[in-house]
């Protein structure tokens, strides 16, 4: 599944979760490329999930810039301390809200494995961003860490 939400954001995603061919011509031109439908169907309604917990939790109680956020057993068990602290850092330094904090959590859940590691969250904070217009500078700082990161790598 979230080969294919990497796929869908490299290539069809054009400023918003909105993408540019309906659901079935996307189906079709996956399974074109070998992915397989049960898979796509998963990564469709992954986005869609997306759309709706971004409603959700704007609509919810008001989260502030000085709460804690106390992690279920589940989503520790799901979120390595490495993990956490990632998020802790986005936000410290501004590139996550409270708000986005809970939608990437909300997503990272969503995920069908038992721990999800650092690469794929960060790729989950940037599909969150992206699907954010008023979230553009946090978007770019986070995109120049990772390709700062990845160059970091390179040497």
């Known amino acids: 599944m979230f080969e294919i939400l990497m796929f869908l954001f490299e ?8 993408l540019k061919l309906d659901n079935e011509s996307i189906m079709v031109e996956l399974e074109k490329i070998g992915f397989e439908r049960y898979a796509i ?22 989260l502030t810039p000085h709460s804690i956020r106390h992690y279920t057993t589940e989503e520790s068990d799901r979120l390595s301390t490495e993990g956490r602290g990632f998020l802790m850092y986005l936000e410290q330094i501004g590139i996550l809200d ?5 939608i990437v959590i909300d997503r990272i859940m969503a995920f069908d494995t038992k721990e999800v590691f650092l690469g794929r969250i960060k790729w989950v904070v940037l599909m969150v961003l992206f699907n954010q217009p008023e979230k ?19 040497h």
């Open 41 to 62: 169907n998963r990564a469709l309604g992954w986005l869609d999930g997306l759309i709706q917990v971004q409603t959700a939790v704007l609509a919810g109680p008001k």
């Open 11 to 18: 290539n069809y995603m054009d400023g918003s979760i909105i």
């Open 136 to 154: 553009k500078s946090a978007l770019s700082l986070l995109q120049a860490m990772i390709l700062a990161d990845a160059f970091d790598v390179l």
């Open 98 to 102: 409270p708000i986005t904090r809970e």
